[in-house]
């Protein structure tokens, strides 16, 4: 048996607090495996490094397990450097979207790191937290498991071959009770909630689609593969009856891409007589949407899901790979709003490499005339393991990339070939445009629920505005 410390490092910033699915599937794995598991959330418990520090005083743990974000690296490699100080002879991995996207730049940076794990971690962790540090030094060990980055006795990072898991049922729930959601803040993916105790929950994995600005595929897939309704439905109702949990917010890519197995688990909620409210903060496709479904959503509790819309310019979508046209995008948001009072998000980004400042403009007109309750405007993103992150890693410096930047308000320097402070003008103006509109503050407001939601909604709406 081993002992277990599975991190969420200290974020640059960090608006929504809630609990880690990813980290949650890892330790139930772990310990339904006989190993002894510590879940830490360091922007939860509101740690500065020397907090972390002090955390670690006292305790001997054999494996030490960091997820990583691109726009946390540098405190990441803090930490690890910390943890190493603190436990010479403890392996620590890496995981999580960064490590994924490039497990190269990942090894490569981390310099105290022993390994990465790649894609969906549950199939190796068990077999990782059986290894010890001097492990990692036989190449014979690790050249047959499945799922990692390492580096050889030369010091080349090696990268094994990924493997998904095929039968999603197979795996346990998240270790709810290291992630309490009642013990979480009124930090929800998405700002708005309904009603508190919020979970997260995902009822499937794997992406068929080709979107040249996302990477998720890179830990999950193409293949999609879906929990059976069943699972997901027990998993609500313990959680409502476990922790009091009134609101689920389905993380899911694809969630309404199988309409039948939609039907399926939005007719189980009813039918369970599960009172409780249902978002989709993460997105949906939204070609996917019929009259019919739309509104079993809501008798289920859905009141609010988000779609990813990316840019007003068909010339763009396509660039993007998107498999949208503008048409259809405003045909399928009129049918929302025609049969539903579900609110509706809207996701934008700004700062293609081919998009022109007549693009830009495209897409701020089209969200002004959709039908949205909201409107996020991002710049777009390298994100690593994605195709433009590829392209865009081809002609930076990438020895000197500040990953500092890689946050949602941020632009990265040539990702794009338009001056950055005219990127970052339309931007402002994306937002104040669709915002200042009296009818969409009024409804902002109508969805808050406490004062912590109001407070967050000002320091975003801060954040978007001013900078």
Known sequence: MARVLLVKPISQYCYTIAPNLGLGYLASVLRNAGHDVTFLDCDK?????????????????????????????YTARKQL?????????ALIIVGGPHATGDPHQTLAFLKDADLAVLGEGENIIDKIAGLKRSDVKDTSVLANLSNIAYRNAAGAVCVNPIRNIGDLDSLPMPAWELMDPRRYPEAPHGTFARSFPIAPIITSRGCPYSCTFCASFRIHGRKMRRRSSAAVLDEIEYLNKKFGVREFQIEDDNFTMGKEYAREVLSGIIERGLRVWIS?????????????????????????????IESGSDRILKK????????????????VKKHTKIRVTGFFLIGHPDETED????????????KLDRASFSP???????????????RVDFENVDWNKFLYYQFIPSVSPLPVDMLERCLKSANARFYIRPHIWLGLLVEVRTPYQFKMLLKRARKILVG
Do not use: H
Not at 45 to 73: H, M, P, W
Not at 81 to 89: D, F, G, L, P
Not at 280 to 308: F, H, T, W
Not at 359 to 370: H, N, P, Q, V, W
């Open 280 to 308: 989709l903060p993460n997105g949906v496709r939204i070609d996917a949407l019929d009259k019919e479904l739309l509104q079993l959503m809501e008798r289920a509790g859905c009141y609010s899901l988000a779609i990813g």
């Open 359 to 370: 693009d830009i403009k495209k897409s701020i007109e089209f969200a002004l005339r959709l």
């Open 380 to 394: 777009l993103m390298p994100l690593p393991g994605s195709a433009i992150y590829d392209e865009w890693k081809g």
């Open 81 to 89: 450097e910390i943890a190493r100080q603190r436990m010479k002879e």
């Open 45 to 73: 418990e509101r740690l500065s490094l020397e907090g972390f520090a002090d955390r670690l005083k006292g305790e001997v743990y054999d494996v030490i397990g960091f997820q990583l974000y691109t726009n946390g690296l």
């Open 320 to 335: 993007l790979q998107k498999s949208l046209t503008t048409k259809e995008i405003e045909e399928k948001l009129n049918l």
